[in-house]
């Protein structure tokens, strides 16, 4: 007489399901990179503020997909996690700067901005697999 072994089903929820924040996150900054936007007063003690500004932008918008990611599977697929929480951020990235420069009449694409967001989704990254290897050895 066989054991029945209990299989356990996955069932897959929909990628808007999972990821609802960090879409949410994307449109907002398709949003406000594309749009036209009313001047905002600059801190003028604070050099570079729109830079540091796409820093956290792009940094939060890494998290946030982190955040999701590891909410939402039981395993980390190292790959899958570098493609969807930091390529994907930094192609749209740079697909938004070009679609600022040519695209649009009130907005500029430029290099700082996309070497900016770079940096905010790099830090975000690495945070994340720090945090992960900290969760991990607990």
């Known amino acids: 007489m066989k054991v029945r072994e209990e299989v356990k089903t996955e069932v ?3 990628f808007t399901r999972r990821y609802p924040l960090a879409l949410f996150t994307a449109c907002v900054i398709v949003c406000l ?3 036209p936007i009313p001047e905002i007063p600059q801190a ?3 050099p570079f503020m729109d830079k540091w500004t796409h820093m956290v932008m792009y940094g939060g918008f890494c998290l946030v997909i982190w955040f999701e990611y590891l909410r939402s599977h039981q395993t980390v697929n190292a790959p899958r996690i570098t493609f969807y929480g930091f390529l994907c951020p930094v192609i749209m990235s740079g697909l ?4 600022q420069e040519y695209l649009t009449t009130c907005r500029s694409g430029e290099w ?6 770079t ?7 690495l ?6 290897k900290k969760v991990i050895t607990k």
């Open 96 to 99: 938004l700067e070009l679609a």
């Open 119 to 125: 940096t905010g989704a790099t830090l975000a990254y």
């Open 112 to 117: 700082l901005d996309l070497l900016a967001n």
């Open 12 to 14: 897959k929820r929909p």
């Open 33 to 35: 990179s594309l749009f």
């Open 127 to 132: 945070l994340g697999w720090t945090v992960l």
């Open 44 to 46: 003028p003690d604070v």
